[in-house]
Each structure stands twice: as C-alpha cells, then as structure tokens.
C-alpha cells in the first residue's frame, strides 16, 4: 500500500487525504495545532469546488448550506450600483455557488476521514524530496509528502528554496456576526482605498470584511475599523457594530511570486503553499479543493508528479495573476481613477462578467 504524509490539516490538506484515502493509500496528517478551532471568516465556493467536492462524496451536504434566494453585486459608498450579477443566469450556466463558515467546512471533510488519520499538536520542521519528514514526535516517511502548510510553507524550502510573500498593499478584518434581520444580499462595496464585502451564511449569521490600504503590518483595532466604515452605507455600520473583538480576525493580505515547480522527488504542494494568492476572486479555497482533487488522481501513476506540476501550476498562476490584477483595480484611491473605475463597472454588460468567469468556474475534474 502506498503512504502519504500531509503537512497541514486545513481544508487543502484534509481535502488530499480524503482523495488519497479514498484511492487506497494509507495517510497520515499531521496539523501543528493542538486542536482545531472555529474561526471567524467563511469561504466562498463556486461551482469548480463543488465539482471537487463531488469527487470526494462531499458535493450535497456542502450545498446543503447554500441559500437559495439570493442577490449580488457591487455597490459604491453610499449604497449605489456600479454592477449587479444575474444571479439567475450565474445559477443555470455554471451553478450556485455556497458560502460557508470554513470551521463548518473542514468539520465536514474531517468527519469523512477515517479515525486517527489526522494527528493534532505535530509541528514539522523539515521535509526532504526522498519523502522524509523531521517533526516534533520524530521522523517519519512516506512514499508522497503534501505540503498542504500555507504560505509560510516548511516543506515547500525543499522544493524551491526560501520563498518570500509578497504584501499586496492592504489589510483585512474578518468576522461573522450574529444580526437581528435576515440578510440576503451578498456583494462588496468599493471606496477609495477601501472595501466592505458581506455573505449571508445559512445559519442566519453573516460573514463580513473590511479591506483598506495600509503599511505592511499596521495595528489597528475594531473601533478604528468601524471609524473608518461609519459613513458608508447600511448595513455596513451595523454589522462592524455587531462584530465581536474577540472574534475578529486582522491579516495583511499576500501572495506568492510563481512558483518554478510545484513537486520535487516525493514532495508536492498544494493550495497556499504552492499558489497563494489574494482573496479577490474567491478561489483560494477553491482552487486547494482543485489540487487535492487532481493530485490523489495523479500521484499513483508514472510521472503523476510531473503531470500535476504543470497542470496545476498554469491553472493556478493564472488566477492569482488576476486576482492580484483586480485587487489592483478595487484599492485604487486616487479620486479621478475611482471615478473611471466606478464609470467603468456600471458600463460592463453582465454577460462580459459571466464570460469573464467561465474560464475558472467550468473546472471539471
């Protein structure tokens, strides 16, 4: 029987052990926490995921947290239009999409692995390319090694050396938040500089953001994030009045410089440590799914290393290319480039956006 070991048990790295289970191989993951928790964000997946999800029996019960009615789009500061999505349209071409609390998620995909596949509180401090794995409870080996360990990836210096984030320009607050009336309206508001975006979650919680341009690694605090967003319009001051300190989350945001190679030996990475990128696209998760999917079909068979390299690598690479691009485009703070944007979202036709999306979301496995 073949072995893996996979660094990481977030939602990349149980989603690969699910897939390498499920085709016969035995694995062990190993997560650094000493327990998983519930963290404040949720995560958007689009129709390319749940076909990833579908391939490991996991399809239904994710969209079991789908909402059915629902409405999208970009507006600016005081609650006006710049573009609206044909939710209908994005329903029958490519299917509805799920917004879903990640701990709910990776509780999901936890529960379809076997017991005692995943070892909790198991720092790794190195990886080598003949499939060895120095940790905090020994060294083991294995016939494949996932590095499914984030953007500050330990087993990815084996692969491509020492690689460094790159800071894209702005930083973002994350909560989900317990409200008084149902909302039913996902989207994002565009300022300058700024952003807010929010997704109702099944439960009747919603799942919001700040994003404005700042210093790579700036403090701040939720009453300076609810100063900054008090004008904007509603529901945007409520939810930040809403959200819990406690259970906030304040990350700079990053992504990876392409990677040369995503394997090496015995060695492969996959989601944040491989292709980081920013959230602007709603595919990092996404796109974790993806490789875990296509690398448990690849990584039996003759040079499956090879050929999960360069079909993920290009996919991959070409969405943080364009995520990065339109983070860009939704950051702009000069007044006479806002007012071109905002011109321009109001006078893009919707069917340019879906065509725009096809590309990513007509992922099949």
Do not use: K
Request: hydrophobic letters at 45%.
């Amino acid at each position: 029987m073949s072995t893996a070991i996979v660094v990481g048990g977030g939602i990349g790295g149980t989603a690969a052990a699910l897939a390498l289970v499920g085709r016969g191989w035995s694995v062990q993951v190993l997560e650094r926490a000493p327990e998983v928790e519930e963290v404040g964000s949720g995560i958007s997946l689009w129709s390319n995921a749940l076909r990833a999800l579908d391939a490991l029996g996991l399809g239904d019960a994710v969209r079991a947290h789908g909402m059915a009615e629902v409405s999208a789009g970009i507006r600016d500061e005081r609650g006006r239009w710049l573009s609206r999505t044909d939710v209908a349209t994005l329903r029958e071409r490519f299917g509805a999409p799920v917004m879903i609390h990640r701990a709910r998620l990776l509780d999901i995909l936890r529960a379809a692995l076997p017991e005692g596949v995943v070892r909790t509180g198991i720092s790794v401090r190195e990886a080598t390319v003949d499939g060895a794995v120095v940790h905090a409870a020994g060294t083991s080996s294995a016939d494949l090694v996932v590095g499914a360990d984030g953007i500050r990836s330990v087993v990815r210096r084996a692969v491509c050396g020492e690689v460094a984030p790159r800071y894209a320009g702005y930083t973002a607050w994350r909560a989900v938040v317990d409200i008084h009336e149902p909302l039913t309206e996902f989207g994002e508001t565009w300022g300058r500089g700024a952003r807010f975006g929010m997704a109702p979650l099944a439960d009747g919680r919603v799942y919001c953001f700040a994003v404005y341009n700042a210093p790579e690694n700036t403090t701040g605090s939720l009453a300076e994030v609810r100063a900054r967003f008090e004008s904007w319009h509603d529901p945007i001051p409520g939810l930040l009045a809403a959200a819990d300190p406690n259970a906030l989350l304040h990350n700079d945001i990053y992504d990876l410089p392409a990677l040369p190679s995503f394997t090496s030996g015995r060695i492969a990475l996959l989601g944040d440590a491989a292709h980081a990128m920013t959230p602007n696209l709603g595919q990092g998760g996404c796109q974790a799914l993806e490789d875990a999917v296509v690398l448990a079909g690849l990584a039996g068979e003759p040079d499956g290393l090879a050929r999960y390299d360069r079909e993920r690598r290009t996919r991959t690479q070409m969405i943080t290319r364009r995520s990065a691009r339109i983070g860009t485009v939704a950051q702009l703070s000069a007044r006479p480039l806002v007012a071109l944007r905002n011109t321009a979202l109001r006078l893009t036709p919707t069917s340019a956006q879906l065509r725009s999306m096809a590309e990513i979301l007509d992922w099949t496995c």
